[in-house]
């Protein structure tokens, strides 16, 4: 078995404005240009990395910023996975939960709420884990998984054993980076969460509830 040091990240910023404009209410836009400057970083970023593979979720905004992410990760091989996607993660009960989170659990249909927990536990056998296959020696199979929010969220609570529902409550910022070092020997190892040193001031923070402070 290898270690895997799982890097993942929030699709960059998500034009919002083409969704209040589209006429059918299709949520699934692509980037600002903002959001293509925040991608492009990223990929300068991880340049020089040995990375075994890109796997992004299917939506616009995940796979453009895969795209731009790779351009700076030449032949390193990028795969679209709906492991990847924007799911509920966990079909968390309300009760004994804080009144605003009670209410963001009520948004999501019945069907949402067996869905997504089902394709989130997949993700996990999938990418939280040791390389079982992997090459031997020192060297860690390094992944690299642009996808969302939540899935972010549920690996680190994954990741540090905490309870299921404190996946609610982290916020990522759009095109940040967390890494996750998942060792043969030990538990799972969190190196980094939010890391946006690639990222000037002037593009940080985005993703994040609106009174946050740069």
Do not use: K
Not at 51 to 60: D, I, K, S, T
Not at 156 to 174: C, I
């Amino acid at each position: 078995m290898a270690t895997r040091l799982l890097y993942l990240t929030r699709h960059a910023e998500q034009d919002l404005t083409a969704l209040r404009e589209s006429d059918a209410g299709e949520p699934d836009t692509g980037l600002t240009e903002r959001g293509r400057r925040q991608a492009t970083l990223l990929g300068e970023r991880l340049r020089g990395r040995r990375f075994a593979a890109v796997q992004h979720g299917p939506l616009r905004r995940a796979a453009q910023t895969a795209e731009l992410v790779a351009a700076s990760l030449p032949e390193v091989p990028v795969y679209e996975t709906e492991l990847a996607g924007d799911h509920l993660p966990h079909d968390t009960d309300p009760v004994g939960l804080p009144p605003a989170y009670a209410t963001f659990l009520g948004q999501f249909s019945a069907a949402e709420r067996v869905d997504g927990p089902q394709v989130t536990a997949a993700a996990v056998r999938r990418f939280a884990g040791p390389v079982s296959d992997g090459p031997t020696g020192d060297e860690p199979v390094r992944e690299l998984v642009v996808t969302h929010s939540f899935l972010i969220a549920w690996l680190v609570r994954h990741a540090l054993d905490a309870p299921e529902w404190r996946w609610m409550g982290l916020n990522l910022h759009n095109a940040g980076l967390t890494v996750i070092r998942y060792s043969p020997t030990g538990p799972p190892n969190l190196i980094a969460v939010n890391d946006v040193a690639h990222l000037p001031p002037e593009l940080r923070g985005t993703g994040l509830p609106p009174d946050y402070l740069v």
